[in-house]
């Protein structure tokens, strides 16, 4: 599984600062740099190594991450995860990782850059100067001193440009969904309804991830909403201005500039908006800083070296379960759910169908949204499918037709924590466990009780017996002793209700149980 492997050798398949692939080295890990490999080359490459590293111009695409037998993560120094198909990387259980931030100062530069050019026409002017012209008239400019500047997008980047451009006298005003009023207040800027906003600009930058809640954010409509001859800066993703509508608007002259350092495709083919006299523009420029890129170079290769000494999951694109798995008091439950999921596999011999888990205590309040796939996990994990993990768990349960559903009681049993119970629907198998320290134990199984808890790990053996007796104990120990198996632990239900089950740990599994089944009503064993 990805949190416990270690990551002995990792490829680097982009241009990427020299220091990325110094912290991987001084951290013992194998690196095999080679930047501008073919397809066939990198599909060969990739075969033996177990984490990979890439920039902007290596494409992992589904066929790269299918021939990798052994890859674990895929890392992008940068932000967003464009050139990697992520969903292909989950089904087979490989993490990916970005660095959302290092590329931040850099974007945010390069956004200040655009709105004086924009103010000033810097480039059309620069560009005609080397075209021999002397033209005064034509570059009448504006100061930026008094004028409103609307942020979209109020993370990172969008305060880093807030508080730049606040020093040229500038007014920001904004809207976020996530950040409230009071935080984006700390950076002075004030927030509005977008539809108050549009009239009060003079220049709008976006600074939002490209979702279908922001693609054509600004649109005819909202172009239409603005003042006349408003100017326009995407450094952010291509597509949150539409690009149609930024063309037409320029041509009315109701957009009075544009800065595009991003397009809905790169390079464009289209040319008509890069060619308008009044739109400045980059090859996606933003995080092309000494800086940007090894700061990015720096964090994938800190944050890969952490995973590979499991001391920190940082950056993760597609594994929430995963990062919940390092906080050190949701880690013995994560082990808890996965055994119990285990132990229902076992006990019911189906991957698919319903599953109901119950949490019971406050501590376990949120707990569902990792401890679903971690019992997924222990659900799949001796079914046909290879190398099920938290990653991929979730995807591949919903395939085989196994629902887990969650409900949560807030309330758990005197003296306990937290509580977590689970059941196959159909079936009488039911399961209770919590964690004892670190230690996740087993306190039910159909309704049998055990009062002295069992340690969930190591190799379990669970017989369902009409009565216990000594002569049946005698006659397994027996059975263990020919098959040279220690007998590490005995634990028996307590008498008063349900069925009588015995649960013993053993030193290795039994070889075969066809020997016990004749004593016994019900055997499994488990490797936890
Ligand atoms: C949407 C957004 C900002 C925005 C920012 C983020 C999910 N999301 N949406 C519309 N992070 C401004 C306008």
Redesign the pocket.
């Known amino acids: 599984m990805a949190c416990t492997a270690a990551l002995s050798r990792v490829l680097i398949s982009d241009s990427l600062d020299p220091c990325c692939r110094q912290i991987l080295q001084e951290a013992g890990i194998a690196v095999v740099e080679k930047p501008g490999l073919s397809k066939e080359q990198l599909l060969a490459e990739i075969k033996n190594c177990d984490g990979l590293i890439v920039r902007s111009a290596t494409k992992v695409t589904a066929d790269i991450i299918n021939a990798a037998e052994k890859l674990q993560v895929i890392g992008r120094a940068g932000t967003g995860v464009d050139n990697v198909d992520v969903e292909a990387a989950t089904r087979k259980g490989i993490l990916v990782m970005n660095t959302p931030t290092g590329n931040s100062l850099s974007a945010a530069e390069l956004t200040c850059g655009m709105i004086m050019s924009l103010a000033r026409q810097i480039p059309q002017a620069a560009a005609s100067m080397k075209e021999g012209k002397w033209d005064r008239k034509k570059f009448m400019g504006m100061e930026l001193q008094g004028k409103t500047l609307g942020i979209?997008?109020l993370?990172r980047i969008g305060r880093e440009v807030a508080t730049r451009m606040q020093s040229f006298g500038m007014k920001t005003i904004g809207?976020?969904?996530?950040i409230t009023p009071e935080e984006s207040a700390a950076f002075d800027v004030q927030q509005l309804p977008?539809e108050q906003i549009w009239p009060l600009c003079d220049f709008i930058t976006v600074h939002?991830?490209l979702?279908p809640?922001?693609t054509g954010?600004l649109n005819d409509a909202t172009f239409a909403q603005c003042r006349r001859g408003v100017q326009v800066i995407n450094c952010a993703r291509g597509g949150i201005v539409d690009e149609g509508a930024l063309l037409r608007a320029l041509q009315s002259g109701q957009c009075g500039g544009a800065a595009l350092d991003v397009f809905t495709e790169e390079p464009p083919k289209d040319k008509a908006l890069v060619n308008h006299p009044n739109v400045i523009s980059c090859p996606h420029l933003g995080a092309s800083t000494k800086e940007a890129q090894s700061r990015c170079g720096r964090e994938i290769a800190l944050q890969m070296v952490d995973l590979a000494q499991n001391k920190a999951l940082v950056g993760i694109v597609n594994g929430q379960a995963l990062s919940s798995a390092y906080a050190p008091h949701t880690k013995p439950w994560i082990a808890l759910a996965r055994a119990l999921g285990t132990v229902l596999h076992a006990l019911t011999q189906r991957v698919n169908g319903a599953v109901q888990m119950v949490t019971h205590g406050s501590t376990l309040q949120k707990a569902g949204s990792y401890l679903t796939p971690a019992v997924a996990t222990g659900l799949l994990k001796e079914s046909a499918q290879k190398n099920v993990n938290l990653v991929n768990s979730l995807l591949l349960a919903q395939e085989a037709g196994l629902k887990i559903t969650t409900t949560h009681s807030d309330r758990a049993p005197a003296g306990e924590e937290g509580l977590l119970q689970l059941a196959a629907q159909g079936t009488p198998t039911m399961l209770v466990g919590s964690v004892q320290g670190i230690i996740p134990v087993l306190h039910e199984l159909n309704g049998a009780v055990f009062k002295q808890r069992i340690p969930l790990t190591g190799n379990l053996l669970f017989y369902k017996s009409k009565a216990s007796n000594a002569s049946l104990l005698t006659t397994v120990i027996g059975l263990l002793g020919k098959a040279k198996v220690e007998l590490l632990s005995y634990h028996h239900s307590s008498t008063l209700t349900g069925e009588e089950w015995s649960v013993l740990s053993l030193s290795s599994p039994l070889q075969s149980l066809q020997e016990l089944k004749q004593h016994v009503t019900e055997a499994v064993q488990v490797t936890l």
Do not use: F, N
């Open positions: 979209l997008g993370g809207y976020d969904p996530i977008l939002t991830p979702l809640s922001t954010l």
